[in-house]
């Protein structure tokens, strides 16, 4: 009987309004992210992996002393397939500030993230990064924030805010946005990543290192993609495809700041090289983990810490 009246008072705290219009305590946060890559052939066969990791540090404009939030990177990782994990020199310790408005009613790049960082970038061993990996290295940066700062914080209204009731579901209003992911030199202007019908659903209430915390569910929907790299000086090679990327946020709600976010995407493309005529199929999964972290984990060298 008494763990009946202990489900009911659990049911009771919950069935009520939940407020995610609220502002994020002025504090700062650590997050470790990590990214896979896992192409495979359309005989079920993998061809290949790409693991990204990075570590941010991120002060909130009320304690950065700046006009917006801050963002500092630790260190950016990449391992290819099963090769030994590689840093990022340029990427270590550097610093950004972050715009939600740029690139999206303001003009500049997306989210204030300046393209030039990542063009002609090596590893630590000297070797020069190919095109098509700059680009991924880069949308780490735009997929965090997009997930940490777009979906996960308050839209007058139109976002997570509009969410109240447990099982609620809206549409977000990036939904059916084109976003540009033309790059520097290499990719063509008027590349774009277009969204399908983004939609955020309150699916309840879990616990996160000790803290209680909303999980958000997001859907992209049935997203397009269109993309042309400079392989030459007067060539290109052109892709375009779909996808469908989803997962889940998990809000604090004591604090408002995310402390995981999961992601799966399914991607189907099809290429083709000017010196070729014949288009290239392929189908690649990407998994996303973001956790937060503390300082002395923010601290640490990449492989010290895992991530599950």
């Given amino acids: 009987m008494q763990s009946i009246t202990k489900i009911q008072k659990i049911a009771q705290d919950i069935s009520g309004q939940f407020d995610f219009s609220i502002n994020r305590k002025p504090e700062t946060q650590y997050y470790h992210m990590q990214t896979q890559f896992i192409h495979m052939g359309f005989d079920g066969k993998r061809t290949g ?3 990204y990791s990075l570590k941010l540090r991120y002060i909130p404009v009320a304690l950065s002393e700046k006009k917006l939030d801050q963002c500092t990177i630790k260190e950016f990782c990449l391992q290819l397939n099963s090769e030994n994990i590689v840093t990022i020199p340029a990427l270590k310790s550097w610093s950004y500030e972050f715009n939600r408005m740029s690139g999206v009613s303001d003009k500049g790049p997306l989210f204030g993230i300046p393209h030039d960082k990542f063009e002609g970038i090596s590893d630590n061993k000297g070797n020069k990064i190919s095109p098509e990996f700059c680009y991924a290295i880069y949308n780490n940066f735009i997929d965090f924030h997009g997930l940490n700062d777009i979906f996960s914080r308050p839209l007058f209204g139109k976002g997570i805010d509009a969410l109240k009731l447990i099982g609620d579901k809206i549409v977000h209003p990036a939904a059916f946005i084109e976003a540009p992911v033309n790059l520097g030199t290499t990719i063509k202007p008027g590349s774009v990543f277009r969204n399908g019908e983004v939609t955020l659903e309150f699916k309840g209430v879990s616990i996160v ?12 929907g049935e997203s397009t993609l269109k993309m042309a790299v400079k ?13 469908e990327y989803k997962g889940d946020i998990y809000m604090d709600l004591e604090t408002g700041w ?39 984990g923010f601290e640490e060298v990449f492989g010290k810490q895992l991530l599950s």
Wanted: charged share 25%; glycine share 8%.
């Fill in 49 to 51: 992996t790409e693991t």
């Fill in 209 to 220: 290192d000790g803290a209680v915390c909303a999980i958000i569910g997001y859907d992209s």
């Fill in 258 to 296: 995310v402390r995981k976010i999961t992601l799966d995407e399914f991607v189907v493309t099809q290429t083709e090289d000017g010196n070729n005529p014949v288009k290239i199929k392929s189908y690649t999964v990407r998994h996303l983990l973001l956790r937060l972290i503390n300082q002395q």
């Fill in 231 to 243: 392989s030459s000086e007067d060539k290109y090679i052109k892709t375009e495809g779909g996808s």
